[in-house]
């Protein structure tokens, strides 16, 4: 079982243009495409609404359902949980749909 980190006294939820999203997606993980979700160990979320336009319905999900699921990913990391491995992305796929509901 994933140890879970406790999660930061203070967080802050961040909602940025897809421009802003791909300067700190670029900078933090050396990818220029706009992100949907940037976690930081500091407590900071950052969400690219424009991202959930463009996948929710891809995803089967309301708009409301897609920004949801991006916040609940970031708190996921923030609590510790990876999705790196197959595994990690499907634990991680699971609690934020079991969240989500």
């Given at each position: 079982?994933?140890?879970?980190?406790?999660?930061?006294?203070?967080?802050?939820?961040?909602?940025?243009?897809?421009?802003?999203?791909?300067?700190?997606?670029?900078?933090?993980?050396?990818?220029?495409?706009?992100?949907?979700?940037?976690?930081?160990?500091?407590?900071?979320?950052?969400?690219?609404?424009?991202?959930?336009?463009?996948?929710?319905?891809?995803?089967?999900?309301?708009?409301?359902?897609?920004?949801?699921?991006?916040?609940?990913?970031?708190?996921?990391?923030?609590?510790?949980?990876?999705d790196h491995s197959p595994k990690g992305a499907a634990t991680m796929r699971r609690l934020q749909s079991k969240l989500?509901?």
């Open positions: 079982m994933e140890r879970v980190r406790k999660l930061p006294r203070g967080l802050e939820f961040v909602f940025v243009s897809p421009t802003e999203s791909s300067r700190l997606h670029l900078r933090f993980s050396g990818d220029s495409t706009p992100a949907d979700v940037l976690a930081f160990h500091h407590g900071e979320i950052v969400v690219c609404p424009a991202v959930a336009v463009q996948l929710h319905r891809m995803h089967r999900l309301t708009l409301r359902e897609e920004i949801l699921t991006y916040l609940l990913h970031g708190l996921l990391h923030l609590a510790g949980y990876r989500r509901k």
